[in-house]
């Protein structure tokens, strides 16, 4: 079975300093790589996926990711946080052979906080 | 356009009872999936129905079940509920069940005492 692990419960960090939020998966198949991000009482908003072609992927908001098949891993880096990017942060995966490929397997989450 | 609608918001149930939380996807959507979040466990998927159809079941006991209406409108139940039951119940909504596009609900917070 697929497994994610995110390697920081919590990460503080300065605003305007660069962060890395990191995630490993367990897989031996291809698979579908996801960053969500979760505001304190809200449901969860896709910051960006991998799903095949150019091993880095960005998001609008300067989050990028790169996917590492050696390393099974798909880190999260900002180079310079915001206030505003405080919140919680989950890495997932799921199997593209699955019909209905939405049974995602998610990390334990990250919870960034940026200090002023 | 709406986004991904649950109701209620918070619930609190005593232990024992039943509750039914009902999730309305993204106009166009067929397929809707439901998450348990816990802190202890995390993020758990718990089924996914499209066409009104259960297509994919996670690891959770009989007590859970759901179902989807013919405009994908989607409810979940949880039977005889227990203290473990108390999480946020999150559903996910995406035209065919791909997780690129899924877009998720604010959940709704279910509390059993």
């Known amino acids: 079975a697929q497994s994610v692990t995110q390697l920081d419960s919590q990460v503080p960090v300065f605003e305007e300093a660069p962060v890395e939020l990191r995630c490993n998966y367990s897989s031996s198949v291809s698979v579908y790589l996801f960053w969500y991000v979760q505001y304190p009482n809200q449901g969860l908003q896709l910051l960006l996926k991998y799903l095949s072609g150019s091993t880095l992927v960005e998001s609008i908001n300067g989050f990028e990711a790169e996917f590492n098949k050696s390393q099974t891993s798909f880190h999260l880096r900002k180079p310079s946080v915001h206030i505003s990017d405080t919140a919680e942060y989950f890495c997932?995966?799921?199997?593209?052979?699955?019909?209905?490929?939405?049974?995602?397997?998610f990390g334990q989450g990250t919870r960034l906080t940026i200090n002023p | 356009k709406a986004g991904v609608t649950q109701t209620p918001r918070y619930l609190i149930k005593t232990r024992g009872q039943q509750v039914t939380l009902s999730c309305s996807p993204i106009?166009?959507?067929?397929?809707v999936s439901w998450y348990q979040q816990t802190p202890g466990q995390g993020l758990q998927f718990l089924f996914e129905y499209f066409s009104e159809t259960q297509r994919n079941k996670g690891n959770f006991p009989g007590r859970f079940s759901g179902r989807q209406f013919s405009n994908s409108r989607s409810e979940m139940n949880v039977s005889t509920l227990e203290l473990g039951d108390s999480a946020l119940y999150l559903c996910?909504?995406?035209?065919?069940?791909?997780?690129?596009?899924?877009?998720f609900g604010q959940g709704t917070r279910l509390t059993v005492v």
């Open positions: 997932a995966v799921s199997d593209p052979l699955i019909q209905g490929a939405q049974k995602l397997v």
């Open positions: 106009s166009g959507h067929r397929s």
């Open positions: 996910a909504s995406s035209v065919t069940g791909g997780p690129a596009e899924a877009f």
